[in-house]
């Protein structure tokens, strides 16, 4: 995959997580569901040790209420692409 394919995958997956705010009290409780898969993804997504350390983070930053507004994945993103300047090995 290129950086700006994955770019757009990490926007979507922001995106889905910052859904949980279209159904207020219920949209948290599928947080649960959706932190540990986030994290997950996070690890297929960016590979390496910055990969498993942002899995952690974002499955932390998706299980706590009120702060899953936070586009970790886009973050990432501009963690990897831009102020590291590494090209994603695949």
Not at 56 to 69: A, F, N, R, S, Y
């Amino acid at each position: 995959m290129n950086k700006y394919t994955i770019l757009l995958i990490s926007l979507l997956l922001d995106g889905v997580g910052m859904l949980s705010y279209l159904f207020p009290g219920i949209g948290e409780a599928t947080d649960i569901v959706w932190a540990p898969v986030s994290g997950w993804l996070m690890i297929k997504l960016y590979k390496g040790k910055e990969g498993k350390i942002a899995g952690i983070i974002t499955l932390i930053e998706e299980g706590i209420p009120g702060i899953d507004v936070i586009p970790t994945f886009t973050l990432m993103w501009i963690y990897t692409y831009i102020i590291t300047g590494k090209a994603q090995k695949v």
